[in-house]
């Protein structure tokens, strides 16, 4: 079992930066990947950024190409999500996920956090 636990998330101004940070525990996390999602009120989960946690190999949306930037922390067990550039766009709860690396699907998620952008 992988407990996460996501913070970071607070109202912010179009063009600001925010920094989302998802506490990870429970087993080590050799051999998986961690991943950030959103859904925006009326919209589905969708996608934002995953990285491999040992290779650190990461992948982003079109949406988020550029403006996020994705990255772990070994020794603190952490997954963290620069986001710059920030949109109203982007407003949405943000979650946090982890699965075995080959996995299909993702199998661990946090409780979300909330992120409001402002124009």
């Known amino acids: 079992q992988v407990q996460l636990v996501e913070s970071g998330g607070q109202l912010v101004q179009a063009g600001g930066s925010l920094r989302l940070s998802c506490a990870a525990s429970g087993r080590a996390l050799s051999g998986y990947k961690m991943g950030w999602f959103r859904q925006a009120p009326g919209k589905e989960r969708e996608f934002v950024a995953r990285?491999?946690?040992?290779?650190?190999?990461?992948n982003y949306a079109d949406s988020a190409k550029g403006r996020f930037t994705i990255s772990t922390d070994n020794d603190k067990n952490t997954v963290s999500l620069q986001m710059n550039s920030l949109k109203p766009e982007d407003t949405a709860v943000y979650y946090c996920a982890a699965a075995p690396r080959f996995s299909t699907s993702w199998n661990y998620w946090g409780q979300g956090t909330q992120v409001t952008v402002s124009s």
């Open positions: 990285i491999d946690w040992n290779s650190g190999n990461t």
